[in-house]
């Protein structure tokens, strides 16, 4: 075990050096400038971590590294051997992500305007950097859509340096302990972040005197903001941010990358929103990256196809930039894996492409009743590219404004061909995905998206049409009948149980949106709609406090025998009216010991409630709504 | 202490109503032998006061003095243990509990109780050894469960204590439980029956009762004893001396359904839907049940109603409530029933009127 470890070593400090000297000149003061600073910056002038893991898969001297080993350990300079040899027989070819990374301001797919942007503030910076605050630029945007490649390339183009921190790798627990049996202090990762960017601050004033040979400007890019677990270490990273805009020097820029609301979970995206906003007002420049546009993505893959020599139809680069969502990391990836086999995939890729088009009228008119078979319809699809995820509120407000296509003729025809149907049960095809996928896709849960539905489904039914109101609720009424028989099956084995359950929930799930599409007749012109939250969560929450409040007082007052019920419906309100009569000074004080309910209610005794408090939190989700 | 308590009847003989059934009951505990026994009607009927009787006829006055008690049960569940807390009302000769606030698990409870009775049984004056009485209410709120290990104990310890339930609907309790008791239905006090006591308590409250009020009143309480004597005394509260025309005060949760039925009269619309479910939404954080509710509402939307469409808004009341015991979240239902009848009514006024 301990030869092992000391074997990865040695590999990795080999692996820099190796990397060092294929890098070539310039980078080599960098490391004996980041010499003289904290260990935390060690990784200063180097690429970032992923890309050094790849080059170590790629490095050209494995030889000499064996050799190595060989003096450690016979037995793993065989070991060792066989590997090298079995490497040395494959293929290998570089990844494309690396190969084809971008390294100049012209091979950018991201649009022109953005990099022209972030160009002017760095070439503004860079010019007269002394004495201005307001040096931190703030790139915000999802995964993979070039926001640290244009950093590196316009750095490049500008001739300055830049320098990376990176997250140092966690400690293990096993090193843990080794590290504090020796005597040394754990240092958190949020720590050593601080204290970088303590350094920062310093450094910068420092750097120029001490080094004074450099003529290199120099731009600091944080890709990576450490972790926070808890409110604390938030609240802790949120401050080291701040003395990051407001003291930083240099020209600093922080991308942080945008999730979607699903991967995470709510409260990390507000987190993040509130380090943007922060930032922000300290004075940091915000650059936000949108997906980049399928033509431009297009466009990257062709260049790639035309290197590469690689005999792929349009169709295929049309159809992985269409699907990769605006991730053009994702898209090269997926095109190296459709390359390497193409005669497969192609052949699956067309072939779905003739369905499809065969398909497509036949599907316009009958989508309403044979939507099931648009379930498995190109597979190609889920070959490449990434699942496409919704929102909830994406789904809910698909479901709610219920597009539908304008038949024209044609379709009509078609559509009296293959079924004829009552006409009052006939609907216009759905303008969107089969129902049950686009729940899937927002991974809707079925008790949640019911409630969202009752919730919010009137105001989306048009002004006369109490009948539709009627369909809607009905359904919704079967669904909740459905979710309640998925609480009380009773299967003889767990497992059993389990999946009846969740499919009984998907059946509730589904009858509930389609019976929201199907209902729903002539739905409202589509205008702004805010999506609440289902105040049936607040109603039961408060019933469920008051019974929980009546049963305490209730042995005391009314005995046991009494039931809830008759308390709420009988007891309570006479007493209301009697103990009432007692505040206007009519009894004579016989009824003390009843509690006094009336007070803080209002005319009815019916607390009005307040859901402001739930809305602001939904707000944030209005924009996604508007229209679709 | 409210009229209601004050001028219950302590004993059999001064039963005002159901007085057959308490003298019959009389004869059973002189006996000495007492099955177990099942009472059930309406609310308002009159259970309760007759249970009480029926303690005080077979223990004396010392079934009387009750105490309180909030007792917690550790109870070995196979695995684990469960702790259940359940408040109870006990003296020495019975103990009277309301299983189905344990919720789910109240079939510990009954087992459990039942058990406990059984083991430490008193012994009368005499050297014999006597039984417990034990009074479940509520039964009919029972899980199946429970009700099923309510039988077998029933069995089992049946030498050592005597179970008295009660309940609103025998239907709910099941065939097991009902043919080991003697069942006793006791019906809801006629109007007569109500005018008679409700005159005798403004007797005994010196008050001058004008002519009719106490008829108005009983006509409003829905033939339930304990609803008359409950507004009655808000009535006294509210104004005296009474006036002949005295409104009867309405309960605050009835007046406001019959808002929320007069709102739905009004429009029938989308919007309108939307606001009434609000108004049913102040009605559930209230705990009133949504049983209630919907019944409530059906009596307040026939009173307007054309009789040509009573019978299918019946239908679907009762359709829709059938839907709420199978569901979870009856707001579903109630509002489902709601929408039902704006659509009904709203085709009808197109038709009869254009």
């Not at chain 1, 570089?94 to 091979?107: C, G, H, M, R, T």
């Not at chain 1, 096993?174 to 040394?184: D, F, P, R, W, Y």
């Not at chain 1, 006939?426 to 998206?449: F, I």
Request: proline share 4%; with cysteine.
């Amino acid at each position: 075990m301990g030869k092992r470890k000391a074997v990865i070593v040695l590999s990795s400090s080999e692996d820099d050096e190796v990397r060092d000297r294929s890098a070539g000149g310039h980078q080599r003061p960098s490391k004996s400038r980041s010499n003289p600073l904290s260990t935390s910056r060690k990784r200063i002038g180097k690429r970032s971590k992923e890309t050094s893991c790849v080059g170590s898969v790629s490095r050209p001297s494995p030889k000499l590294e064996a050799a190595k080993f060989a003096t450690l350990s016979e037995d793993f300079s065989d070991c060792l051997e066989d590997l090298h040899l079995a490497r040395g027989n494959q293929y290998w070819k570089e990844l494309w992500i690396d190969k084809y990374k971008p390294s100049s301001v012209a091979q950018l797919a991201v649009h022109k305007k953005k990099v022209e942007e972030i160009k002017c503030w760095l070439e503004d910076r860079l010019t007269k950097s002394k004495g201005r605050s307001g040096n931190v630029l703030l790139l915000t945007g999802h995964a993979g859509i070039g926001k640290s490649a244009t950093v590196r390339a316009i750095a490049s183009q500008l001739g300055a340096q830049l320098c990376e921190w990176t997250t140092p790798t966690p400690t293990l627990w096993q090193e843990h302990v080794h590290i504090s049996n020796l005597g040394l202090r754990y240092v958190s990762k949020l720590d050593e972040f601080e204290s970088f960017v303590e350094k920062v601050g310093k450094y910068s004033l420092l750097f120029p005197n001490n080094f004074g040979l450099s003529k290199v400007p120099i731009i600091i890019l944080i890709d990576d903001l450490p972790g926070t677990n808890g409110r604390a270490a938030f609240v802790k990273l949120k401050k080291c941010l701040m003395t990051l805009a407001h003291s930083s020097q240099l020209p600093t820029i922080i991308s942080i990358t945008e999730f979607s609301e699903i991967d995470l979970g709510k409260g990390s995206t507000s987190r993040y929103e509130e380090l943007i906003s922060i930032l922000e007002r300290a004075g940091a420049q915000k650059v936000a990256f949108n997906p980049l546009t399928v033509s431009s993505i297009k466009k990257v893959l062709s260049n790639i196809c035309q290197e590469e020599k690689c005999d792929v139809t349009l169709e295929l680069i049309d159809q992985i930039a269409k699907t990769c969502g605006g991730d053009i990391r994702n898209a090269v990836a997926s095109f190296q894996y459709c390359c390497v086999r193409p005669d497969d995939f192609l052949l699956s890729a067309s072939s779905t492409q003739m369905t499809t088009n065969t398909r497509l009228d036949f599907t316009k008119s009958r989508s309403s009743l044979l939507t099931g078979q648009n379930g498995h319809e190109p597979l190609s699809f889920f070959l490449v590219g990434r699942d496409e995820t919704l929102t909830l509120f994406h789904a809910l407000g698909k479901f709610l404004h219920n597009k539908r296509e304008i038949p024209n003729a044609l379709d009509l025809d078609l559509g009296s061909e293959s079924l004829v149907l009552c006409k009052k049960f006939v609907r216009k095809p759905l303008k969107m995905d089969v129902p049950e996928r686009v729940l899937s896709q927002a991974y809707g849960q079925a008790r949640p998206v019911v409630d969202f539905l009752h919730e919010n489904v009137l105001d989306f039914v048009s002004d006369g049409a109490i009948n539709d109101a009627w369909m809607v609720s009905s359904y919704l009424s079967d669904a909740d009948c459905l979710l309640a028989l998925s609480l009380h099956i009773i299967f003889p084995s767990l497992t059993d149980m389990h999946e009846s359950k969740s499919i009984s929930q998907l059946v509730a799930a589904s009858v509930a949106v389609r019976g929201v599409l199907f209902g729903n007749v002539q739905p409202m012109s589509s205008r702004w709609h805010t999506i609440r939250s289902p105040k049936l969560w607040q109603i039961e929450h408060l019933a469920h406090q008051h019974k929980n409040e009546l049963m305490g007082a209730k042995c005391d007052t009314y005995g046991i025998g009494v039931s809830m019920s008759e308390i709420v419906t009988e007891y309570l309100p006479s007493v209301k009216w009697i103990s009432s009569g007692i505040t206007d000074g009519l009894g004579d004080g016989k009824y003390e010991h009843y509690p006094i309910r009336v007070n803080s209610s209002s005319e009815h005794g019916f607390v009005v409630y307040d859901s402001k408090e739930s809305m602001s939190n939904e707000e944030s989700d209005d924009d996604e709504i508007e229209d679709w | 202490m409210l009229w209601v308590d004050k001028y219950r009847p302590r004993t059999l003989d001064k039963m005002f109503v159901h007085e057959e059934i308490a003298q019959n009951l009389k004869k059973l505990v002189a006996e000495q032998d007492c099955p177990h026994l099942l009472f059930y009607g309406p609310p308002g009927a009159g259970k309760k006061t007759l249970i009480m009787a029926l303690l005080r006829e077979m223990f004396g006055p010392a079934a009387e003095k009750v105490k309180l008690e909030q007792k917690t049960w550790k109870i070995d569940a196979g695995t684990r243990t469960i702790e259940l807390e359940l408040a109870m009302l006990a003296s020495t000769h019975h103990v009277e509990l309301n299983p189905s606030d344990a919720g789910f698990q109240d079939r510990y409870i009954v087992q459990e109780i039942i058990k406990e009775m059984a083991k430490n049984r008193p012994i009368d004056s005499k050297g014999k050894k006597g039984f417990k009485v034990l009074v479940l209410n509520e039964v009919d709120k029972l899980s199946k469960e429970a009700q099923h290990s309510l039988r077998r104990t029933m069995e089992k310890y049946s030498a050592s204590c005597r179970l008295v339930l009660c309940c609103n609907s025998s239907s709910r309790v099941t065939e097991a439980v009902r043919s080991r008791c003697l069942n006793v239905r006791l019906n809801a006090p006629t109007v007569e029956q109500i005018i008679e006591v409700l005159e005798l308590i403004g007797k005994k409250e010196s008050l001058q009762l004008p002519p009719g009020f106490a008829a108005r009143i009983a006509a409003q309480s829905n033939r339930s004893m304990r609803r008359a004597i409950l507004s009655f005394e808000t009535c006294r509260v509210q104004q005296y001396p009474f006036t002949v025309n005295q409104a009867v005060p309405a309960m605050d949760w009835e007046q406001y359904v019959s808002e929320i039925a007069s709102d739905i009269m009004k429009e029938q619309s989308p919007k309108r839907l939307f606001q009434v479910r609000g108004k049913v939404y102040e009605l559930l954080a209230n705990c009133i049940p949504p049983e209630v509710i919907l019944k409530k509402l059906l009596l307040e939307l026939l009173k307007k109603l054309d009789s040509e469409l009573k019978h299918e808004i019946c239908h679907w009341a009762a359709y829709y409530e059938h839907r709420m015991r199978l569901g979870q979240k009856s707001i579903f239902h109630i509002e489902a029933f709601v929408a039902k009848f704006m659509s009904i009514y709203k085709a009808f006024l197109i038709e009869t009127f254009g």
